[in-house]
């Protein structure tokens, strides 16, 4: 086996293409053992090359998200800075990851650890699948616990006021509404909000096609107050159009929502305005575009709908996330506990 091995060396083949000349796990684990001797490291790949593989995956093959992806990129090259981005991939252990855990917990939330393991935990399964690794250095690596926090939710009457806040008196005041108006009536998350086109609405039944996390579709009702919204900010929304083409300038016909270039509103900006209006309808309460999302969801609830039914239209994978954004509050609980339950009334 030994000279087997030897020429299967001097021909500088990778593990990956040896795999299948191999007869048990026990010839892979000698000949990581004999490379390592041989080239006193392991040929497996260097780290940083590896994370864009990973990377391009992400981008091109699963469809994630801009943000998700520079997430991933983030976590990961934090863990090469610490790990070293030259290292070869064949030689990270655990007590390299277990080393690098014990920073994080110094310097991170427990949310913020669980995220940047969660990325290893993803990364090294890729490697893992396209047998670029042996074992996986993440199996007897545990998620740190978190704390389960409440979300942040709007009453009827603190969403009413937020969506009266914009003036018509504003330069995008009918933008802005029809903005407040379909996050409210969709629970949609902001970047499927900006990634909108005029296409993707229907007007004649009533529903928006948005793509989601791992470029999933799906499509939404949006109610009649949505409706009206949209069609005043349309008003607005030509008169833009008209007085850039008259300048010669460039815009972009095609997306839902206009910044005043005529080119595509951005996230950041809807959450800019959402906190300003906030403020304006003089809530307590920091108002995100995600607060929006968690109040469409608890409504939904509230008023008697089934969970799967409010999964589907947030778009999530696992029922247990949607578990985790509609918490309702107490008060409610024991209105239905007691209107419902046949033991539950008192004389």
Known sequence: MNAVLHGMLTENHTVAGLKKHLRSVAELAVLKTALCRRHRRILFG?????????ITLLTDEKGYSHHTVSNYRRDLLQFADEAGREIDVGSLDTSIIRSYVYSLNIKNKSSSVARKL???????????????????PMGSISMPKQEQ???????????FALLEAPGTDETFGARDRAILELLYSTGMRVSELVACNLA??????????VRGKGNRERIIPFGAQAVKSLRLYFVERE???????????KIDKECLFLNNRGTRLTARSVERLI?????????????????????????????????????????????????????????????????????????
Request: hydrophobic share 40%; charged share 25%; net charge positive.
């Open 200 to 209: 993707s609405l229907d007007f004649e039944t009533g529903m928006v096609k």
């Open 239 to 249: 008169e833009l159009l008209r007085k850039r083409l008259q300048q010669g300038k």
């Open 118 to 136: 969660s990325s290893l935990r993803s990364f090294f399964k890729f490697l893992e699948q396209e047998s670029i690794i042996l074992q996986n």
């Open 149 to 159: 926090h409440i979300p942040v939710f709007l009453s009827v009457d603190e969403v």
């Open 275 to 347: 906190a300003d209006y906030g403020r304006k309808a003089g809530l307590d309460k920091q108002v995100t575009p995600h607060v929006l999302r968690h109040s469409f969801a608890t409504h939904l609830l509230e008023m008697g709908a089934d969970i799967r039914s409010v999964q589907e239209l947030l778009g999530h994978a696992s029922l247990s996330t949607t578990q985790k954004y509609t918490h309702l509050d107490m008060v409610h609980l024991m209105r239905v506990y007691d209107k419902a339950h046949p033991k539950a009334r008192r004389d």
């Open 46 to 54: 260097m780290l940083i090359e590896c994370i864009e593989r990973f």
